[in-house]
């Protein structure tokens, strides 16, 4: 353990008052816009108090060893549908006598199809699991995206302050302040009409650009807080008087302590940017039809809800505990952290 | 004095923002590569065209467009769509009160659930039922507002027939834009509960954990042992003495929330088919309207900013402590 236990947090100690107000903006704003439209990250805001604290050591619960195998269940699928090893059938294969028929459909099922079939008689099975692999592609790309320019932006920053902290800031802000799904909706339709009908951006590309801008001030502002009370500890201190550079303390002793608490955020943005893309599909600025995603194909079978409501129920199902697992190993992450960070 | 200088000091900042804020949805059309009536009006005649390439002044430099659009915006003008010749300012003033009472239903809703909720949890803290309310909370939260409105619209709407799945009927805030649309409130409740009701559920368990949180420091204060050693019961200290100072992020929250409900608003509209913002979006996508979008993300945009300056003004007149951090 290189830093010292027992001197305290700098956190608190000697921070100037503009400081303090920054503090204050960020933590009112943060709890108000920073979870973006699913309202996810905000709940990570107050979690993180000492309640959700997990003890060190006791291991990782039976939610969390279920959530990673599920997660670990999508990705497999998802990877196998893409590389076409899986042998259950083709995505875009239709059986006009399977159509809109499934387990749940008033027409009955049709035997040899598990989940059934959607509105073209394309079997739910291979397509899901290719949505699957197309909605988690645009899901981490985007927060990939988000990542590379906003984590850097908001690590430089949280540790330059001073003028360049106020126009990042400030950018962040100006870009906040149009609701992220419009902002979004807004980027797809007309990167959409600039790439073309044919299309100098695969319809993929556009979603991860649109949603990963939109991650940029999301992320810029968390990994700037973040970054901003590290910058401040005793250890970069030390660094610094020992004749360090400011870019080498940036890298060597500040990112590395935000790191950990950035996987955690990763988790949780993944699972926003999966509805994000469903959000936008229902919108009608998703995944462009043959190629499927889970969005899309809720929205193009939302019209057949009543009669055969497996197909918009399926991907939904699958949605919802891909979300809920990440937003719980996204806390398990986060709790094992808090641990080192409160607890000395 | 020092009042003044914070007011004074967000009303820049309001202005920049507004300012960049209409500056991005101005160049979204603008940067359209090649010629952009072309793509703006994919299906339009050279006819139209035309008057498109004169509505929008493409011959005239950047800045001057900039500016010719800014002063349209601020006469109200907020173009026309192209294939019906409507002006957009008139969809507007018919669709903007739609969303606006569902996002305000959906905000009362939440608050309705999650004020008592929050105080049983934070009362309760610790114990199994607190647990068990706050697990369905994490569960809710990770349950997209498209996917309940699916399951509600099938299982209360097309199941159990107890709501409409769909349409709309005018409230008590449409006549004050069009006089025309009489209310009829019956209708009006029973077509926007669904929409409202799956709008709230997201915000619920938002609400419910601050309020949560805030509350249990309060609990630890010691007027509220004082409270309790005069007898008082633990009701009347829970909401008469406890919610009050538990309540600022939370109400402050619940206002600057309003981007999220319009996020979600947008999307339930279009999934319940109800005549809003939402749902004009959706059709502007669909029939490629560009001008006609163009001009609802500036609405949406400028209302967004507005609200969010005016909750965090009313935010720091009323708590004294903001207002000096800020003045400092």
């Not at chain 1, 305290?8 to 400081?19: L, Y």
């Not at chain 1, 019209?303 to 505990?321: D, R, Y």
Request: net charge neutral.
């Amino acid at each position: 353990m290189p830093e010292l236990p027992d001197t305290g947090f700098g956190t608190d100690a000697g921070t100037a008052p503009a400081q303090t107000e920054a503090f204050i903006a960020d933590e009112r704003r943060g709890r108000g816009n920073v979870a973006g439209d699913a309202g996810l990250l905000q709940v990570g805001a107050i979690e993180a108090g000492p309640e959700s604290k997990r003890r060190r050591g006791s291991g990782l619960g039976v939610g969390a060893w279920m959530a990673i195998g599920w997660m670990g269940f999508i990705v497999l699928i998802a990877v196998l549908a893409k590389l076409g090893i899986l042998t259950w059938g083709d995505a875009n294969e239709s059986f006009a006598a399977c159509a809109r028929r499934g387990p749940l459909a008033d027409e009955g099922g049709a035997s040899g199809f598990l989940l059934g079939c959607d509105s073209n008689g394309r079997d739910m099975l291979p397509r899901l699991a290719l949505g699957a692999w197309t909605s988690l592609l645009v899901a981490t790309g985007a927060v990939t995206l988000g990542f590379i320019i906003g984590g850097s932006l908001g690590l430089i920053a949280g540790f330059s302050g001073g003028k360049l902290d106020t126009v990042l800031t400030g950018m962040f802000n100006v870009l906040l302040s149009v609701p992220v799904i419009i902002m979004a909706l807004a980027l797809v339709a007309f990167l959409q009409g600039a790439s073309g009908e044919e299309g100098a951006l695969s319809p993929e590309m556009i979603l991860i650009i649109a949603i990963g801008v939109v991650a940029i001030p999301l992320i810029g502002r968390i990994t700037r807080a973040s970054s901003l009370t590290w910058a401040q500890r005793e250890f970069v201190l030390a660094s610094r008087a020992q004749g360090a550079k400011s870019r080498r303390i940036m890298i060597r002793e500040v990112l590395p302590n935000v790191l950990p608490a950035m996987f955690s955020i990763a988790l949780l943005a993944i699972g926003i940017a999966i509805v994000a893309e469903g959000a936008l599909a229902i919108l009608g600025v998703g995944v462009r039809p043959p190629t499927p995603s889970w969005g899309n194909m809720i929205a193009l079978d939302r019209g057949n809800l009543f009669k055969s409501p497996h197909i918009v129920f399926e991907a939904s199902m699958l949605i919802f505990f891909t979300v809920l697992s990440l937003n719980f190993l996204g806390d398990v992450v986060r709790a094992q952290f808090d641990v080192r960070e409160s607890g000395l | 004095m020092e009042l003044t200088r914070t007011v004074a000091k967000r009303v820049v900042q309001l202005v920049i923002v507004l300012l960049f804020v209409t500056m991005f949805t101005f160049l979204l059309i603008r940067l359209l590569p090649g010629d952009p009536t072309t793509t703006i009006i994919p299906f339009g005649t050279d006819a139209q065209r035309a008057v498109l390439r004169q509505d929008l002044g493409l011959d005239k430099p950047l800045y001057e467009q900039y500016a010719d659009y800014l002063t349209n915006l601020l006469q109200g003008d907020l173009g026309k769509q192209y294939n019906s010749g409507r002006p957009v300012a008139d969809l507007v003033t018919q669709s903007l009160p739609v969303s606006l009472q569902l996002m305000i239903y959906a905000q009362f809703i939440a608050l309705f659930f999650a004020i008592p909720l929050g105080i049983f949890t934070a009362y309760r803290a610790g114990t199994r039922s607190d647990k068990a309310i706050n697990t369905t909370g994490f569960a809710l939260l990770a349950l997209p507002n498209f996917v309940l409105a699916l399951f509600l619209s099938y299982f209360v709407g097309a199941q159990l027939k107890w709501l409409p799945t769909g349409g709309y009927a005018p409230g008590w805030m449409d006549q004050f834009f069009d006089s025309s649309r009489t209310p009829d409130l019956w209708e009006h409740a029973r077509t926007l509960l669904l929409p409202a009701f799956t709008l709230a559920v997201g915000q619920i368990a938002v609400y419910m954990r601050l309020l949560r949180s805030d509350m249990i420091a309060t609990l630890q204060e010691n007027f509220i042992t004082m409270a309790k050693a005069k007898g008082i019961s633990n009701q009347r200290i829970l909401w008469r003495h406890a919610l009050r100072p538990s309540s600022l992020t939370l109400l402050t929250v619940a206002g600057l929330n309003v981007g999220t409900l319009i996020g979600g608003a947008v999307v339930i509209e279009v999934i319940y088919g109800i005549p809003g913002m939402g749902l004009k979006i959706y059709q502007a996508v669909f029939s490629k309207e560009y001008v006609e979008l163009q001009s609802y993300v500036v609405v949406i945009a400028v209302l967004f900013v507005l609200v969010n300056f005016f909750v965090d003004f009313l935010y720091s007149v009323l708590d004294p402590r903001i207002r000096r951090a800020r003045a400092s």
